[in-house]
């Protein structure tokens, strides 16, 4: 295909996948339970953290952690105390464990509570940076600013480390992209959709390679910059658009 005829494929396949339908075991209905921003997006925030695995099993961690929050999560980050993170014991998904979410919690408190929440602290650091992946990096600094369990460390990742970041690129398409079509939230102003980077997994990458939007072998933060950079060619105001399109290929039509 030529880049015109790639475009339109793509596009087309965007569109396609693009619908509620399509994500009625996606964990993006975690956050899609509520209707208050900040409810929004600390419930997407905490699923997209747990978003790797089986999916139903990821479903029902982030239900679980939601129902431990009596189904408000932001009331419980603004307002718990210490003794109230107890009810947490005994909560795993994979190796994200009880002292995790607590620390998760407690950071988020801090976020809330001192930094107007995290559009703000994200956006902030944007602005700061010029560069969202850079500025993934400083948020994760901040965010582990509050005598974090050396174990916890590890569920939030570093571009600055390799890491094509994944999860948080998925929570961040979440927040920032249009809600036109009933998927994606539009919740945030302060990021640009243009700033988005592809959420890079196995199957996402798998077909760009197929499609030669990518060289590189790893799923890293290198292989991430090859394919934003390709995918910002096909639509450099909504990039990211085409997540949707590389994953459906990917999973539902084992392209």
């Given at each position: 295909m030529n880049k015109t005829e790639l475009k339109d494929f793509l596009d087309e396949k965007a569109a396609h996948y693009e619908q509620p339908?399509?994500?009625?075991?996606?964990?993006?209905?975690?956050?899609?339970?509520?209707?208050?921003?900040?409810?929004?997006?600390?419930?997407?925030?905490?699923?997209?953290?747990?978003?790797?695995?089986?999916?139903?099993?990821?479903?029902?961690?982030?239900?679980?952690?939601?129902?431990?929050?009596?189904?408000?999560?932001?009331?419980?980050?603004?307002?718990?105390?210490?003794?109230d993170l107890a009810i947490f014991d005994g909560f795993v998904h994979r190796t994200f464990q009880a002292e995790d979410l607590k620390y998760f919690l407690k950071a988020l408190q801090q976020i809330y509570t001192q930094q107007q929440g995290l559009e703000h602290s994200l956006g902030r650091l944007y602005k700061e940076h010029g560069e969202l992946q850079l500025a993934l990096h400083h948020f994760k600094k901040e965010f582990f600013a509050y005598d974090p369990p050396d174990r916890?460390?590890?569920?939030?990742?570093?571009?600055?480390?390799?890491?094509?970041?994944?999860?948080?690129?998925?929570?961040?398409?979440?927040?920032?992209?249009?809600?036109?079509?009933?998927?994606?939230?539009?919740?945030?102003?302060?990021?640009?959709?243009?700033?988005?980077?592809?959420?890079?997994?196995?199957?996402?990458?798998?077909?760009?390679?197929?499609?030669k939007l990518l060289k590189r072998k790893q799923n890293d933060a290198k292989a991430l910059q090859e394919l934003d950079k390709a995918l910002r060619k096909l639509d450099p105001t909504d990039p990211v658009k085409y997540d949707f399109a590389l994953f459906g290929l990917g999973v539902d039509e084992k392209f």
């Open positions: 339908v399509f994500l009625e075991q996606d964990p993006i209905q975690i956050p899609h339970r509520y209707t208050l921003k900040e409810d929004i997006e600390i419930s997407g925030f905490l699923t997209a953290v747990i978003a790797w695995g089986n999916r139903r099993s990821i479903l029902n961690s982030a239900g679980r952690m939601m129902e431990l929050m009596g189904n408000a999560p932001h009331d419980f980050v603004l307002n718990h105390k210490p003794k916890t460390l590890k569920h939030l990742p570093d571009p600055l480390s390799g890491s094509a970041a994944k999860r948080i690129n998925m929570y961040l398409r979440w927040m920032v992209r249009s809600d036109a079509r009933a998927v994606d939230f539009g919740l945030w102003t302060q990021i640009p959709a243009s700033a988005l980077s592809c959420p890079l997994d196995v199957h996402s990458g798998r077909v760009a390679r197929k499609l």
